[in-house]
């Protein structure tokens, strides 16, 4: 039996950020006059990006996993289809440059977290749209610059419309932070090893969090009385029983016997009638869906 390492998560392209005067436009030759004009009177320097601004990058996306240097973007009302959003930031530590391994791992940590305060239920993202991000280079960090910008995205077409959440009620906040700590404690220590047999001190460990991520999710559930969200509640309740039995596991086997009643209790799909209860998106996402469905 293996087990999958996907991530809830998914770091879209890394871009560098430099020093440009506002003044640069990028506008294709191919635009008329007019567009021109509209484009180039919307052009800010990439320093001055907001969070919830909605932007074009006038750079060419790079592919994944590499890295490119955009000097200004065009910001655009959300109203109109776009190519990215900011949805949070943060600056690095101060001092020597750290590298950009470093301020990539910074941002990995902390843009996921930035995602929760701008778009609290994840499931409402539109799918095809992840999350990037703006880093400091060596050469504008002497300069002053630690900003990390975290922006959504479109892996084709655009983004429409803004995708901040509405305001929530103290349920849906609820139910929101402990399904998003639970499945954040079961990606974040998953094992290296596919094969529980190479290393159940790790599997044992990741079953150990992911326990008490449900401890304390249940414990913000017992003030929802609403009849799905107790039902939900009374499942996760045994798949927690079944989590602690694999937490504490003597052996291989006795991981096995407990983690697939574990790992199918929590399945997405099973808090759907919960969520719709709630009044949040009830459209699994793609990547979680697979899987469970796997």
Same mark, same amino acid.
């Given at each position: 039996m293996s087990f999958g390492t996907k991530s809830p998560y998914v770091r879209g392209i890394s871009v560098a950020v430099v020093l440009l005067s506002v003044g640069a436009s990028g506008c294709s030759v191919a635009e008329s006059a007019k567009e021109g004009i509209k484009k180039a009177s919307r052009q800010e320097s990439v320093f001055s990006l907001?969070?919830?601004?909605?932007?074009?990058?006038?750079?060419?996306?790079?592919?994944?996993?590499?890295?490119?240097?955009?000097?200004?973007?065009?910001?655009?009302?959300?109203?109109?289809?776009?190519?990215?959003?900011?949805y949070g930031e943060f600056k690095v530590d101060d001092g020597a440059y750290p590298g950009d391994d470093a301020i990539v791992e910074a941002a990995d940590a902390r843009c996921p977290a930035e995602e929760l305060k701008f778009a609290p239920d994840t499931w409402a993202v539109p799918t095809g749209v992840s999350g990037s991000y703006y880093q400091p280079t060596k050469d504008s960090w002497a300069t002053g610059?630690?900003?990390?910008?975290?922006?959504?995205?479109?892996?084709?077409?655009?983004? +429409?419309?803004? %995708?901040? &959440?509405?305001?929530?009620? /103290?349920? !849906?906040?609820?139910?929101?932070?402990?399904?998003?700590?639970?499945y954040e404690a079961l990606w974040a220590n998953q094992p290296e090893a596919d094969a529980v047999e190479d290393d159940l001190d790790g599997y044992?460990?990741?079953?150990?969090?992911?326990?008490?991520?449900?401890?304390?999710?249940?414990?913000?559930?017992?003030?929802?009385?609403?009849?799905? +969200?107790?039902? %939900?509640? &009374?499942?996760?309740?045994? /798949?927690? !029983?079944?989590?602690?039995k694999a937490a504490n596991a003597a052996?291989?086997?006795?991981?096995?016997?407990?983690?697939?009643?574990?790992?199918?209790?929590?399945?997405p799909s099973k808090s759907v009638a919960a969520r719709k209860e709630l009044g949040l998106s009830t459209t699994v996402p793609a990547d979680e869906a697979g899987v469970w469905a796997g």
């Open positions: 907001d969070v919830g601004d909605c932007y074009n990058p006038n750079s060419k996306p790079v592919a994944d996993g590499e890295s490119g240097e955009e000097f200004a973007v065009e910001v655009v009302p959300c109203t109109e289809p776009h190519d990215g959003q900011v610059d630690r900003l990390v910008t975290c922006t959504y995205t479109k892996d084709s077409g655009k983004i +429409t419309g803004t %995708l901040k &959440s509405k305001a929530m009620n /103290a349920d !849906q906040l609820a139910y929101l932070k402990g399904s998003s700590a639970l044992k460990a990741q079953a150990t969090a992911v326990t008490a991520a449900l401890d304390t999710h249940l414990s913000a559930l017992q003030g929802i009385e609403q009849p799905a +969200t107790v039902k %939900l509640r &009374s499942e996760l309740d045994k /798949a927690n !029983q079944a989590w602690k052996d291989v086997d006795a991981f096995y016997l407990a983690y697939d009643k574990a790992f199918n209790g929590i399945d």
